[in-house]
Structures are given as C-alpha cells and as structure tokens.
C-alpha cells in the first residue's frame, strides 16, 4: 500500500473544524499577538510568519519555555518487567496531538479531562503532532509536555508539517521552507532559535506535498544538514517525499530515501519514521541499507497507525520486533492518544491507557493473551530517569478534580497541568504474591500534594511486593526515604517500605511502616544510613501480616539527603497585564524573577483570602503564569496574590506579593426583563414575565400568580453570571395583604440546563414583605419555588417582583 490515510486527517479534520476549506490559495498569517491579560497559546506559524517570530516581541513567547532540563536514563537488563522485552535495542516513538494547532493552551487549563500520558518509560522520543494548511505548518510544543517530557528523560520534537495537495497543501510553502539568504537558511534559522528558546529537542518533518522535482529534494536535505550544525537541535524525517523530488512512500529506508537519513558521510536527519505499510524483508533490508551507511538501524522507526482502532490494530509485530532475536528496526506510533479520545470517562482512559502500553493484565511482566496486541511492555524494556537525589513523587498524573497542599485541600476546581506531573512508576503494576494480590491504582479522590494518590486495596493473606521505580539513587550516611501515608481509621498500615540495592537488584530490604494514629496523612521518615555506599535500585513496598480490608493511600515517597532542603523565595511579582472578564472576574499575565537560590520544582500561585486561607490558582516550573480566573469576593477592594518557590524536596519558601485592585462596582437587577417561565399561572394576566418586569404599581394584576402545589419560576439570566443578593417582592410589596406574603420558598441555581439545581437560599417563617438575599455564587439560571404560599390557608402563590442582583 502506499498511504495511510490518517496520518492526513490533522490538516482535514481541522479545516472542518474551522470552516475552512483545503483549497491550495490558503492565506498566510502569523501567530496572533494576545491581549496583556489573556489566554497565552503554544507558538505555530507558516514558513514566511516564523522568519518574523522573535521572542522578545512576541508576548506569549515566555509563558511557553520549559524549565526542564532532558533527564538521564537508566535501564537495568536485570530489572526489565517482561522477559521477552529487550534493552538497548529498538526504542519507541510516539506521534501524540495534545490539541489543535491553534489555540493550544501553554501552561494547562481548568479542564481535568486531558491525555495525561504516564507511560513514559517506553518512550525514547515524543512528537508533538499537528500542523494544517488552515492554521499554521510549523508547530512548536508546549512546555507543560515538554517539562514532563524531560523529567522523564523522553526527548520532544515540533512537527513541520507539509499536507498533500488535496488537503490545502502549497508547493510553495516547501520552497518558502527552502528559502536561502547567502550561505543560510533562515527557516532554519529560526526553527533552531524555537527549539533553544522554548526549551525543546528537534523537529518532525513531513513533506507530503507532491510536485517537487530532485533540485527541491537536494536543498531541504541541505537545510537539514545546516539545520543541525546550529546547535543541539534534531531532526527526524517521514519517508515520503524521495530524492527525485516526488511524494511516494517507500515504507522502507532504500536508495530512493535514504539520502534523508545519510548522503555519503553527512548526516542529513537524526531519524527517519518509516511509512506504515512496511514489510518484513522491507525492514530487514532497510536494516542492512541502515548499517552500510554507518547508521543505526534502532534509528529507523516502523510506523503503525492506532488513530482509528487503538490496540484492536492490525500489526505484523515479529517484524520490527522478531521473536527470540534483536530487534530489527524501532516503533514508531502514530496517535497512542486513541487511549484518551475513545474513552467515556476517566476511568476508561486509564484502563485503556494501561492495555496499549502494558497489555490485557494490566501487567508489564504478564502480556500473556489471545489478543495479538500484547501491550508495548512486551518488547521494550523500562527505562528510568530516577538517577540523581531527591527524588520525590506524590503520584500526582498532572491532571485532577482538586488541589491539594500537604493534604490541604486549596483548590476545588478541575486542572491539568502535565508540568507538575510526578515521574510516574516504573512498574504498572508489577505485584507479586503467594497469595491474594493487592490492586494498586492512581485514586483522584484524594491526594497529599496535587490531585492524586496511590492507592493500595485487597486482602493481604501473604506477602505482596509491590515494585514502583527502578532507580540509581547513591545512599549516604544522612540519606533517608520517607513515606506520607493514610488510612480510613487508626489501624495497622500492613505495609513495609522495600529498597533493593544494584549489587542484589531483585532482592529487597523491607522497613516496617507501623501503625497510623488517626484518619489523617502520616509521614514516616526511614534511616537509610545502615545501607551508606550502596546505589539503590529499586523501590516498592511490601505488606505485611494480614488484613481482609486492606486500604492504604500512599500520598509521598521521598529519598533525599539531610533536612528537607528549600529554595529562596522568588522576587518581583508583577502583573504584566490584566483582562477584565466582568466587574467582578479577571484574568491575568503574572512573572516574577526565579529565586537566587536553592533547586526550584516549581512555583505555585495562590489568592490571599480574608480569613487567612489561601486558594490556589495554578503552578509552573517557569517565571510567568497565566491566571485564567481571579474572582472577586464580594466586595473587596484588592486581592493580594502570592507566588512561592517549591523545591526539589518539595519544601517552601517564602512568598513574594502583590496586589490586584478592583473596580467600583454597581450592582443591577439581572432578571430584568429577561425571559421568565413559570410551571404554572393562575390566569393569562398573571405569568411569570410579571414578575421580572421591574413594577409592583400596575395593580393586583402585576404579579406571577399561581395555585398548584409546590409552583416554580424560572428566569434565564443569559449567561453565568456574578450575583451578590436576590431580593422578593410578596403580596403587600403590590398592595394586597399582609397575610398573603410568601411564608415558606426557595431560591435556586445552576448554569446550564443539565446542571442540577443547587439551593442558594432557604427561607421558613417569612412575613415581610420584600425579602432580601445576600450570596456571592455564579449562576445562569435562577429559581423561586414556594412550599407555603401564604400565613393563612389562601392557596395563592403572589410574587410581585423576584430580582436577581448582580454584575
């Protein structure tokens, strides 16, 4: 076969999305230039926009540098979890879309459903996948995946991206890509000065617009080549255009590409993504082209397409990866995120995450199955970045419902933020038992820092041992590992923490974690000083006795050296701009500059609030934060926002400060007028507009008016929208009795229409005759329902005005 279609459908699939159709006179445009106080986005460009990108004009440049340093890895032969799976030899690419190529947000967002990838110790190298002819070409990663990215030790590419013709593709743009000044390229130029800027690896080049004739063929190869003499700076090529100039697929390295990978002793790429439709000999030959170019072969990676159907993929595995041999070539994975996308919750995500990458058992040492998809643990080895101390987790997956600051719950709202995910384990999960095996998970109902935990659950009968992380951590005589743990009641924890050593890698020292004394987080801090000159290898834990219920959260593992380090506070907090949403919500462009010293995990941004709490607002490992929401709190005149450096042990600094003033606000009547509904009337005169129409003087007739049981009014207020008091006016406020003001209601919110209605206030006993409501909530939809109508047994519902106040 010569194509997949999918690897097409990013240009397509987005032009729809846009109403834009792939027509070939496409108008170029640079990257938009955002408001001081808005929504900072991941950079993208055309081949001529990027040549006027510079990062000191451009104002999201600097919310979209990762601060992550490339981690070294390690991987133990001994410690593989599969024993078919190899180490050394083929390494696995993924070709991942986090999101569109345009209005990609740089630091996260409020919205908890994201592909929070944790399978990192599989991959070798991470392509932020996208480009269309309707957006942009040139795709820059954003540092949220850059930063766990490298933390894991996992390199990360932008995408060029050319479409064929017949989805919006220009041969001029690949000539525009071309273009020389002198003796350089200034595309290039300038896709090395990204790369460097933001903190990234390389670049993914797919030139899939047809046309092109040998002359065009020979300068991209030597604009790679200059490319790569800029610095550190990669390049993988996608077999598709040849060295005639045209767009076949080889689906092999032959003698029609294999100038892109090397032309006689120049390196032209760093790695070459073989079309999908390989073949066995195709890859053994293109193995042995590989090494007659003093190339690698592991630089080749066979591409398979798990866009449309995931692990239900057809692939012909002995190929790339024979049986009971080396590997031929690498993998490379086109859209793993299938995972996320055909997932109905969250839930699902993770166990169809696992199943891709660890197979049918949810375990990377069991890939036994009927389904020929045995799961990637099954022929890579794991790799590891846990070589240097500290090392610190709290299993946070860089998503989650909640906040959490050493088990304080300081934020309530959805986030994801890959910056701040924790190295995720090792292993899995790898558990082995002589007798019921425990189930680890990630829990997201609770956490000790960020949104999420582990959780150990099942019955012990026997020993379990757990193996997490596979790492080369050198003990000291003042090295200790610490363990934040809780349980649901004070009671036995039944759980050792477990080290092995590189000189008995598999064979593991347990120290006992005791009892818990309460329901809340515990921490256990372990003498490692006895095992002083030995390299830990492993870490797991291990349970103990027996229990028929065991439930252990596991919210902290550290090892480090000596008191739990800091870093000095970061300094000069300021806002760089500010956006006011409403009277009452802004948004904001923050900076500050890095703290002098100590090593710094990340900086956390909170809200100073009037009682003495503080309510996270977000996190980065970077000197800039964009806060998408500032909410005022009822009246206030300014709200204090503080910044602190988190360091690598996960200790605090210090805050630096700074103060956002708010305007005067003058509150209205939102349901002025607006469209009102009501689940009865007593007669055509008296519907539920009376009741938002701004009058009581009209007579008794101006009123919502009704005798069911239990009556409702419901207005539409337009949109969410911030309200300080409702205020009812009953009977006397028109004029009629006193006996007949409203005695017993609700009032109610919510804002959609599939929300559920949540009570903003509850009134019993009312006789006057306007009630007034203080709240400070956000709502759309607004609702009165009365449950007695009157003082006496008059069954009439008369409501003269019902007012929502409000900016």
């Given amino acids: 076969m010569r194509r997949h279609l999918p690897l097409l459908l990013t240009t397509a699939l987005t032009a729809a999305v846009l109403g834009i159709a792939p027509t070939s006179n496409a108008t170029e445009y640079p990257t938009a230039t955002a408001a001081a106080g808005n929504q900072p986005f991941a950079s993208y460009w055309f081949p001529n926009s990027i040549l006027t990108w510079d990062p000191a004009t451009d104002p999201d440049a600097r919310f979209n540098r990762s601060r992550v340093p490339l981690r070294p890895r390690v991987s133990y032969p001994a410690l593989k979890a599969n024993a078919n799976a190899r180490t050394g030899e083929g390494k696995i690419a993924s070709l991942v879309s986090f999101g569109p190529t345009s209005n990609n947000p740089s630091q996260g967002s409020a919205d908890p459903n994201y592909y929070a990838f944790g399978y990192w110790q599989y991959v070798d190298k991470l392509v932020f996948w996208g480009g269309s002819a309707g957006e942009g070409l040139i795709l820059a990663p954003n540092p949220t995946v850059i930063d766990a990215a490298h933390r894991n030790g996992v390199k990360v590419y932008g995408t060029v991206f050319f479409p064929p013709t017949a989805y919006g593709g220009q041969l001029q743009w690949v000539r525009d890509f071309t273009q020389k ?13 990204a790369a460097q800027y933001y903190g990234f690896d390389g670049w993914f080049i797919n030139q899939e617009t047809d046309g092109g004739d040998a002359a065009l063929a020979t300068e991209l190869r030597n604009e790679l080549r200059y490319a790569r003499s800029l610095g550190p700076v990669e390049f993988m090529w996608y077999d598709a255009m040849t060295e005639a100039g045209s767009v076949t697929w080889q689906n092999a390295l032959t003698s029609a590409n294999d100038a892109f990978l090397q032309e006689s002793a120049e390196r032209t790429s760093d790695s070459m993504f073989v079309n999908f439709g390989w073949s066995s000999s195709g890859l053994n030959s293109s193995r042995t082209l590989a090494r007659s170019l ?46 996320w996308k055909s997932a109905t919750d969250r839930a699902d995500f993770y166990a169809k995450d696992s199943r891709y990458w660890v197979g049918a058992n949810a375990d990377p040492g069991n890939t036994t199955t009927t389904s020929a998809w045995k799961g990637l643990s099954t022929y890579v080895a794991e790799s590891s970045p846990i070589t240097a101390k500290p090392f610190v987790t709290s299993f946070d997956t860089g998503q989650g419902d909640f906040y959490n600051s050493g088990g304080v719950r300081v934020g309530s709202s959805g986030w994801n933020n890959l910056s701040l995910q924790d ?110 000159g030995r390299t830990i290898a492993q870490i797991g834990l291990q349970t103990v006795g027996s229990t028929p219920s065991l439930d252990v959260r596991i919210g902290q593992l550290r090892v480090y050296d000596g008191s739990v380090d800091t870093a000095a506070a970061p300094t000069g907090l300021t806002v760089l701009g500010s956006t006011d949403v409403s009277a009452t919500r802004k948004s904001l462009r923050l900076t500050w500059t890095a703290s002098a010293t100590g090593s710094v ?68 009547n939102l349901a002025l007028n607006r469209p009102a509904t009501a689940s009865s009337q007593c007669n055509g005169n008296e519907g539920a507009a009376k009741a938002v129409n701004g009058s009581v003087s009209g007579g008794t007739s101006d009123k919502w008016c009704a005798l069911t049981a239990s009556p409702s009014l419901e207005v539409d207020l337009g949109s969410v929208r911030p309200l300080t008091r409702f205020t009812v006016k009953h009977s006397a406020a028109g004029g009629e009795s006193a006996s007949w003001n409203t005695r017993d209601f609700t009032i109610q919110v919510r804002n959609t229409t599939t929300d559920p209605w949540t009570t903003a206030a509850t009134v019993t006993g009312n006789t006057a005759a306007t009630t007034d409501h203080p709240v400070v909530l956000n709502a759309r939809y607004v609702r009165l329902v009365v449950t007695k109508p009157t003082q006496t047994t008059d069954p009439a519902t008369r409501i003269y005005e019902f007012e929502a106040w409000g900016t």
């Fill in 181 to 193: 000044s002198g003796t350089t390229y200034p595309v290039a130029d300038k896709l090395a000065q």
């Fill in 294 to 339: 003093g190339r690698n072969e592991y630089e080749l990676y066979s591409g398979i397409d798990t866009e449309a159907n995931g692990y239900n993929t057809s692939v012909s595995w002995d190929a790339p990866f024979p049986a009971g041999q080396p590997h031929t070539t690498s993998l490379g994975l086109y859209r793993p995120e299938w995972t």
């Fill in 423 to 532: 190295v995720p384990p090792t292993y899995r999960w790898s558990v082995s038992s002589t007798g019921s095996r425990i189930t680890p998970s990630i829990d997201f109902s609770d956490a000790y820092e960020g949104g999420s935990s582990l959780r150990l659950t099942g019955t012990v009968d026997a020993t379990n041992t757990v193996r997490l992380y596979q790492t080369q951590l050198p003990v000291a005589a003042d090295t200790k590992l610490s363990v934040t743990l809780k349980t649901p009641t004070a009671r036995a924890s039944n759980l050792r923490a477990a080290v092995a050593f590189t000189d008995a890698p598999t064979s593991f020292t347990t120290l006992d974690l005791g009892s818990t004394t309460g329901s809340g987080w515990e921490t256990r801090t372990l003498d490692l000083s006895a095992y002083a």
């Fill in 601 to 668: 995990h990340h900086y956390e941004v909170y809200r100073r609030n009037a009682d003495g709490t503080r309510t996270f607002l977000g996190a980065t490992t970077n000197d800039a934060y964009y806060v998408p929401r500032l909410d005022r709190v009822g009246s206030e005149p300014a709200t204090t926002l503080d910044v602190e450096a988190v360091s690598t042990e996960l200790g605090r600094s210090t805050t630096a400060s700074t103060t956002v003033n708010w305007s005067a606000v003058t509150a209205s």
